[in-house]
């Protein structure tokens, strides 16, 4: 348990703006709860209900998120079954709040600025319910692997990933109805998950990453369309990177747009509104429509949200995004032919899809309605689904995990030891009346498709990525 002098001591600064600060310290020495979302574009909440219901696990719905639970302090859930095929996601309760204010709507074209781990992109793009487009953008090249795993794991289409700086990300990239700008923190509101932010608390951190936050929000607003929104979020308590941000953003942009601080509501969610000053300086009279959530009042992380609608230009800020695609687009028939003739596949579920090269090895899938960027270069964009280079083309574990249920041939339902040997790596014998061709198959347990393997001379290889399994465990943030 976490000293309550340590606690006091670290956040002390704040003691006048926090409501209930006895409550406010109580709650930051205990673990925090686990919880997670239903990836609703595969599964039901009922079936995932059912699942955890069979290893004697009671999930709690969140009142105020449809579609996410809570389950008992230190519960991990990273290499459970259901996070690993891409039927659940997890993410801390509090960081829900910012995409839900964003409110994402599948025609829209969407940026989500700083976007490492992914864990809001991929909130943004089922919420879209994979149509229209999501640009997820980091500038580290390491974090951005997180997001990739994410976006296959979950069968994302429409979501292209770019790596670039956030304070000067390119103009020609075009316009967005909606910025989400989740920004570098201090992360003092996460000191329940990770109690050494306590030993790295201190203002001169707050002031540097300040104005690094300052930039951002900044060419959010510019990238933003007129009438469009901007969520503004971080997981601090520091008034330096809150509504000091906020402010100056909108004070050097008052000249270029015109904004507004937007109120927020959350039904069956409590928070605080903003504050009006901070020490010697006075806030914008709207920055008491901004959201401090503290750990004690929701059984949460701390995190503060501004929701700013764009209500003009007073400047042309941007060039039009004259893309509509930029990719290499091929034809698909040969390729749905093949996988046709090995799993049964109906050609129309791809149907909506078009099909295009990312490189000589790879081809991918995306929707006709999905706009990426021609500046900054794409990671990625859409879903990989086949690896062509080997002497068969092979469906990659993302495409297996998105249209797994539409196979009609070569399929293996397998128990759960199985189950769970697959998903290590490991292989095993099979043994019966077996209607499989050697060769690439797809493994399934109680209906949920795991992936894809190999059955050769009476054994199933797993071809489940290593990366996956090893890794899964740290993909639990914000």
């Known amino acids: 348990m976490i000293s309550v002098n340590k606690v006091k001591k670290a956040f ?60 008992k302090e230190n519960f991990s859930l990273g290499n459970r079954l259901e996070f690993l095929t891409g039927l659940i ?49 980091d500038y580290n090249f390491d974090r951005l692997r997180a997001i990739t795993r994410t976006v296959h794991r979950l069968g994302l289409v429409n979501v292209t990933i770019t790596a670039h700086n956030a304070i000067n990300y390119p103009r020609n990239a075009g316009q967005f109805d909606k910025v989400l700008v989740d920004v570098p923190c201090s992360c003092e509101g996460t000191s329940r998950k990770n109690p050494e932010v306590l030993d790295q608390i201190n203002l001169e951190q707050s002031l540097k990453l300040s104005r690094l936050q300052t930039l951002i929000l900044i060419r959010a ?4 369309k007129t009438g469009g929104r901007v969520v503004y979020s971080t997981c601090t308590y520091a008034p330096e990177e809150n509504e000091m941000v906020v402010q100056k953003a909108l004070d050097s942009l008052v000249h270029k747009i015109e904004a507004e601080i937007l109120p927020v509501q959350i039904p069956d969610f409590k928070f605080c509104p903003g ?60 390729w749905i032919s093949i996988l046709r003739e090995r799993f049964g596949f109906a050609e129309e579920i791809f149907e909506p899809y078009k099909f295009y090269k990312v490189n000589a090895r790879t081809i991918c899938l995306i929707l006709p309605d999905h706009l990426t960027v021609a500046k900054p270069l794409r990671q990625s964009a859409g879903l990989p689904l086949l690896r062509t280079t080997l002497k068969y083309p092979k469906l990659t574990t993302a495409g297996v995990l998105m249209f797994g249920q539409h196979a009609r041939k070569n399929v293996l339902e397998v128990n759960k030891e199985q189950a769970y040997c697959y998903l290590r790596g490991a292989a095993f014998s099979v043994s ?11 493994l399934k347990f109680e209906n949920i498709v795991l992936g894809i393997a190999l059955y050769l001379n009476g054994k199933i290889i797993s071809l489940f990525p290593k990366a996956w399994w090893i890794k899964s465990h740290i993909n639990s943030g914000g």
Not at 90 to 114: F, G, H, M, S
Not at 221 to 224: R, V
Not at 432 to 442: C, Q
Request: charged share 25%; proline share 7%.
């Open 432 to 442: 019966g009346n077996l209607s499989l061709e050697e060769g690439y198959v797809i």
């Open 89 to 137: 996601h997890i993410q801390e309760e509090v960081a829900l709040t910012a995409v839900k204010l964003l409110d994402p709507r599948p025609e829209e074209r969407i940026l989500d600025l700083c976007a490492a781990p992914g864990n809001k992109t991929a909130q943004i793009a089922v919420l879209m319910q994979n149509r229209g487009t999501v640009i997820a953008n």
């Open 12 to 71: 002390a600064r704040y003691k006048e703006i926090i409501p209930d600060w006895d409550d406010f310290i109580d709650s930051l020495t205990l673990p925090l709860p686990t919880s997670f979302w239903v990836n609703n574009l595969r599964v039901t909440p009922e079936r995932i209900i059912e699942l955890f219901k069979k290893d004697g696990l009671k999930l709690t719905p969140v009142p105020w998120y449809a579609g996410a639970f809570r389950l």
């Open 221 to 224: 607003l510019e990238l933003c």
């Open 275 to 334: 504050i009006p000053a901070w020490q010697d300086l006075r806030f914008r009279k709207d920055m008491i429509n901004t959201m401090r959530i503290y750990p004690h009042q929701n059984n949460t992380g701390g995190f503060f949200v501004a929701m700013i609608r764009k209500n003009g230009d007073k400047k042309t800020h941007l060039q039009t995004n004259d893309s509509q695609n930029f990719l290499e687009f091929v034809d698909s028939s040969p």
